[in-house]
T-cell receptor
Framework: AQSVTQPDIHITVSEGASLELRCNYS??????LFWYVQSPGQGLQLLLK??????LVQGIKGFEAEFKRSQSSFNLRKPSVHWSDAAEYFC???????????FGKGTTLSVSS | DARVTQTPRHKVTEMGQEVTMRCQPI?????VFWYRQTMMQGLELLAY????????DSGMPKDRFSAEMPDATLATLKIQPSEPRDSAVYFC?????????FGPGTRLTVT
């Protein structure tokens, strides 16, 4: 069965510092991988997605993620965090386009000044 | 910007009452999903539809939950009777192809 693990429940990063949020998935083939962000009281917004091709994908708001098949990972990165990035981040996997997603439990990002 | 809309945004009800949540997907999207978010379980799929036909409702307690798409512009999720353990945020998402667009959610509290 597919599963997604986000090992870090809560991360605090200083404003301007770099960020990496970890995501590991369990799936037999190459899945469709997504990162979403959720601000308090809001729905989920897609940051980026990976299906195939270049393993480094660029997303919105300056985020990027790298797919590493050997590690079954899809970590999210940002070189310089802004206070407005404080939110909850979800990694998700789907087995094909247009199907339901399986989400990780999320990582809450706090940004300190 | 086209958006998924959900009503109501908040609902407080007593145990045993019927609850109906509504979702208007983005026009032209052929897939609609219902997810539930709780602190303990995170985000879980309840059901989803493609071209208004149910494809998967395995995540939904069948004895009390029902999901329908009366037409292409409306999806409903009904709980009857509601229980305190149903307290959660219920998200609707619509999609076309590889992207899913989420609504703002309905926060349900069952007392």
């Amino acid at each position: 069965a597919q599963s997604v693990t986000q090992p870090d429940i809560h991360i605090t990063v200083s404003e301007g510092a770099s960020l990496e949020l970890r995501c590991n998935y369990s799936y037999g083939a190459t899945p469709y991988l997504f990162w979403y962000v959720q601000s308090p009281g809001q729905g989920l917004q897609l940051l980026l997605k990976y299906f195939s091709g270049d393993t480094l994908v660029q997303g919105i708001k300056g985020f990027e993620a790298e797919f590493k098949r050997s590690q079954s990972s899809f970590n999210l990165r940002k070189p310089s965090v802004h206070w407005s990035d404080a939110a909850e981040y979800f990694c998700a996997v789907g087995y094909q386009a247009g199907t339901a997603l399986i989400f990780g439990k999320g990582t809450t990002l706090s940004v300190s000044s | 910007d086209a958006r998924v809309t959900q009503t109501p945004r908040h609902k407080v009800t007593e145990m045993g009452q019927e609850v109906t949540m509504r979702c208007q997907p983005i026009l032209g999207h052929n897939t609609v999903f219902w997810y539930r978010q709780t602190m303990m379980q995170g985000l879980e799929l309840l059901a989803y539809f493609r071209n208004r036909a149910p494809l998967d409702d395995s995540g939904m307690p069948k004895d009390r939950f029902s999901a329908e798409m009366p037409d292409a512009t409306l999806a409903t999720l009904k709980i009857q009777p509601s229980e305190p353990r149903d307290s959660a945020v219920y998200f609707c998402a619509s999609g076309q192809g590889d992207r899913q667009y989420f609504g703002p959610g309905t926060r349900l509290t069952v007392t």
